[in-house]
């Protein structure tokens, strides 16, 4: 499929992203896992002439908000002395919470079974949000069943993704 004009320049953006995403995660692994805390990743939202970078982390023992501001103090002088997001952002150290994010394909892998909300870069089928059962991944394919229908979704195209605890999200 050939891509064009603001079709084009729209996914050159977000891989963009997603590549400066993976060089920020890359930066800020080794201090995290320093301090005892497994880096799940990163997010940036654009909000007016700044921004927000949101970092979030987990461990064995739960986080609390004292491992958040633990980390935010040691990231933050990371990021201060790198200085790799060129304009103004906040930085937000985060739990992943009940709907976690899912970042990695072994954050997929860990929750086979359960309920999952994916939204991909680039449409399947004229659609990108995809909210059913992961029932299993193979060769870094996702396949998700949604009222008994299986879609297979590619890692490599997945823009977003979380777990689903939601009693009420029945399949």
């Known amino acids: 499929m050939l891509l064009s004009g603001l079709?084009?320049?729209?996914?050159?953006?977000?891989?963009?992203?997603?590549?400066?995403?993976?060089?920020?995660?890359?930066l800020l692994e080794p201090t995290v896992t320093a301090l005892g805390y497994e880096?799940?990743?990163?997010?940036?939202?654009?909000?007016g002439k700044g921004g927000l970078l949101r970092v979030y982390i987990d461990s064995g023992q739960g986080i609390m908000l004292a491992d958040c501001e633990k980390v935010s103090r040691?990231?933050?002088?990371?990021?201060?002395?790198?200085?790799?997001?060129?304009?103004?952002?906040?930085l937000e150290v985060s739990s992943p919470g009940m709907n976690r994010p899912l970042f990695k394909l072994a954050h997929f892998q860990k929750v086979i079974g359960s309920m999952v909300n994916i939204r991909l870069h680039i449409p399947i089928n004229k659609r990108r949000q995809f909210r059913g059962l992961l029932q299993d991944i193979a060769d870094d394919i996702l396949i998700i069943k949604?009222?008994?229908?299986?879609?297979?979704?590619?890692?490599?195209?997945?823009?977003?993704?979380?777990?689903?605890?939601d009693a009420s999200v029945k399949n």
Request: with cysteine; proline share 3%.
């Open 7 to 26: 079709t084009a320049h729209f996914l050159f953006v977000k891989l963009k992203m997603a590549k400066d995403i993976s060089v920020l995660q890359a």
């Open 39 to 47: 880096l799940l990743g990163c997010v940036y939202m654009a909000q």
């Open 74 to 90: 040691q990231i933050s002088a990371v990021l201060d002395v790198e200085d790799p997001i060129a304009s103004a952002y906040n």
């Open 146 to 165: 949604i009222d008994e229908e299986l879609f297979k979704l590619p890692f490599a195209n997945i823009a977003r993704a979380n777990l689903l605890l």
